[in-house]
């Protein structure tokens, strides 16, 4: 004889709070994929902005002193282009570090040298957006900085792994050096335990 075990039955309040939590959701996860694609395309048709407006400003900047030429900046401010050959990668520097700005580019971090001045540089960048190449990087590769006056190139001479409150790595230089930082673990949901550091000295400028 085969038993049979008998559900009980959703009450017509359970089953329409049910429905009702199903649409719910629902329509808060299109709300979010909306959010995350509109961000990425505002953030692609930035890049493409930020770029052509570097490109204005170096047809500005011409002759002997550029090198000597600084412009005042402010946060928002397009400060040059980074480039990453070997590993595909090209993102546009602007002043500051908010959040609308990490959402935009990389960030040049306040408190360090401007690119191209003497000392060391920090820039910022997402880990899930244009950092994220970073996580690819090796000692000995070269990394690019297009600004206004002139192209900077950078060899990595150092990676690591840090703590958030390890400003260490971004300790005034005599030299010219680079510092890219961004969270660490790359894929790890929620907010991340520790930075991840590149640190690069200067081996060439061209103005």
């Not at 004889?1 to 959703?10: A, D, T």
């Not at 770029?51 to 400003?57: A, G, P, V």
Request: a positive charge.
């Amino acid at each position: 004889m085969r038993l049979r075990i008998r559900r009980p039955l959703l009450s017509p309040r359970t089953h329409n709070w049910i429905a009702w939590s199903r649409r719910l959701l629902l329509a808060i996860g299109t709300v979010a994929l909306a959010y995350v694609g509109m961000a990425l395309l505002e953030s692609r048709f930035y890049q493409a902005s930020a770029k052509q407006s570097l490109e204005t400003q170096i047809q500005r900047i011409k002759g002997p002193d550029a090198s000597q030429l600084r412009l005042p900046v402010k946060p928002g401010d397009v400060l040059g282009r980074l480039d990453i050959p070997r590993l595909g990668m090209s993102v546009a520097v602007l002043q500051g570090t908010g959040s609308r700005t990490l959402r935009l580019g990389a960030g040049h971090i306040e408190g360090t040298p401007l690119p191209g001045q003497p000392g060391n540089s920090g820039i910022a960048g997402h880990r899930d957006t244009f950092f994220r190449a970073l996580q690819n990087i090796r000692k000995a590769d070269e990394i690019q900085l297009q600004t206004a006056t002139g192209v900077l190139r950078y060899e990595v001479d150092w990676v690591r792994v840090v703590s958030p409150d390890d400003i260490s790595v971004l300790a005034p230089s005599t030299d010219s050096a680079l510092t890219l930082v961004t969270c660490y673990p790359f894929y790890f949901l929620g907010s991340a335990s520790d930075r991840f550091i590149v640190h690069a000295r200067l081996i060439r400028a061209s103005w």
